[in-house]
């Protein structure tokens, strides 16, 4: 069974600081993995995925995230944070064996001024 | 302007009336799908279709229906609704089913069921 797991309800961060939002997967097959992002009485947007090959993925307005296999993680990173990147993030996962989609909980990114 | 529509954008109804949301893609995407949003709990698959006529269940189809008539539509069906389906409702729809893309997402809909 797939899942997907985002240990963090809330990071903090300050404006500047580089930020990280977690993310963890688990598949029997290969991972088609996904960030998101959803702004206050939004739909979600898409940010960036990782399907194969190189493990640093860059994405829209500025972040990019590391698909790492032995730890099952795919980490979301920004060089330095603004403060209109607060938001709330999601990660997904799709098993490469499947059509279904699975979403994480979400991590609410507040950057502070 | 290639987007996803959803009516309506919020709905107020009672527990067993039948009710309908409407999802619309301007993008001629092969995938489509339905998720709700709901707090802590993040966004669950309700149903997803890889083209027209082909239709298969997400994580959370009880009471639930959906149908793929043509590939721009893909409405959701509440036959009976009932006060644990109040959530925030999306459809999604992405270029290609066997080549993974990045999702658009709906507006969303609000969806209270008294």
């Known amino acids: 069974a797939q899942s997907v797991a985002q240990p963090e309800d809330q990071v903090n961060v300050a404006e500047g600081n580089p930020l990280t939002v977690k993310c963890t997967y688990s598949v029997s097959g290969n991972p088609y993995l996904f960030w998101y992002v959803q702004y206050p009485n939004r739909g979600l947007q898409f940010l960036l995925k990782?399907?194969?090959?190189?493990?640093l993925v860059k994405g829209s307005y500025g972040f990019e995230a590391e698909f790492n296999k032995s730890q099952t993680s795919f980490h979301l990173k920004k060089p330095s944070a603004l403060v209109s990147d607060s938001a709330l993030y999601f990660c997904a996962v799709r098993d490469s064996g499947t059509y279904k989609y699975i979403f994480g909980t979400g991590t609410r990114l507040k950057v502070l001024a | 302007e290639a987007q996803v529509t959803q009516n309506p954008r919020y709905l107020i109804t009672v527990t067993g009336k039948k009710l309908t949301v409407t999802c619309s893609q301007n993008m001629n995407h092969e995938y489509m799908s339905w998720y709700r949003q709901d707090p802590g709990l993040g966004l669950r698959q309700i149903y997803y279709?890889?083209?027209?006529?082909?239709?298969d269940k997400g994580d959370v189809p009880e009471g639930y229906k959906v149908s793929r008539k043509e590939k721009r539509n893909f409405p959701l069906i509440l036959e009976s609704p009932s006060p644990n389906q109040t959530s925030l409702y999306f459809c999604a729809s992405n270029p290609g089913t066997s080549d993974p893309q990045g999702q658009y997402f709906g507006p969303g809909t609000r969806l209270t069921v008294l």
């Open positions: 990782y399907i194969t090959g190189d493990n």
């Open positions: 279709s890889m083209n027209v006529e082909v239709t």
